[in-house]
């Protein structure tokens, strides 16, 4: 039997790669640099759009935190025999997650709360991850659950914030497929032993894709945007992870309906 194991991550490190990433979007409001017009020409189409600092800050934290996290990692006695890139994804997903509703809000009591809640929130998701990457440590299972409920949440906060900030729409849908497509990924990789599903996390990125598209110029709020978005994001995900383990369709359908219906109906009901 393998023998079970209960490390924790360096504090010091952790506070460091928090601190990092933090920095980088504290010292962006003060830093005017005039943002970069970029123009593509596709097929039929001009996409124009003004590449800004904040844009480079959120790219670079996001670059930060995937990196600290494999730093962090490496003071693990298991770290010879994990592959450290997996685990990437969502602390560099968390770091740009941030940066958006930080981008869009004007220094203030909001944007210093953000702002503590998201190097709270980078912190968790880096231990997390220093505790999933451990196949023996008992805590990995309900690590598991807690990194995929933050990557939903953090696909949550992004459609919010992009709603709320009027971005326009050849960058939300893009924006969400991504984060959708590496939020679906992590997940399945999470649940099925760590397997990657490619075909599935592309699938769902797309459907939510196009919903996001198609919901852009509808007039609700921001969060009835995230929320709606959300439920068949996690829907999806979960009726892949049944499928894949098995299950026929109709016994993987439960509780993804049920969390649909909550999502929804939460929508309907807030502004």
Known sequence: MEQQTSNLPDLNRLSVISAM??????VTPFIQIAAYPVQLQLPGILI??????????SLFAAALAGLGTDWLLRLHPRYAETRPSRHWLLPALTALVIGTPLNNLQMGPQWWA????????????CAAEYIASDPADPRRAPMSGLLTAVSF????????????????????????????FLTALRSLY???GERWIWTWSL????????????LYYWPI??????????????????????????????ASLLEPILMLVAMWAISMVVH
Do not use: N, W
């Not at 699938?203 to 198609?214: D, F, N, R, S």
């Not at 709020?221 to 109709?250: D, F, K």
């Open 21 to 26: 990433v933090l920095l980088a979007y504290a």
């Open 48 to 57: 124009a759009f003004k590449l800004s600092f904040s844009t480079l800050t």
């Open 114 to 125: 953000v702002f503590a809640f998201g190097g709270f929130l980078l912190a968790i998701v």
């Open 153 to 180: 949440a953090l696909v949550l906060v992004l459609a919010v914030a992009l709603r709320g900030a009027g971005t326009r729409l050849f960058l939300v849908v893009p924006a969400l497929s991504g984060a959708v």
């Open 190 to 192: 999470l649940r099925l």
């Open 203 to 214: 699938a769902i990125a797309l459907v939510i894709g196009e919903m996001a598209a198609g």
């Open 221 to 250: 709020s921001a969060l009835q945007y995230g929320l709606i978005l959300l439920g068949p994001a996690y829907a999806l995900t979960s009726i892949a992870s049944a499928l894949e383990e098995g299950s026929t369709l109709r």
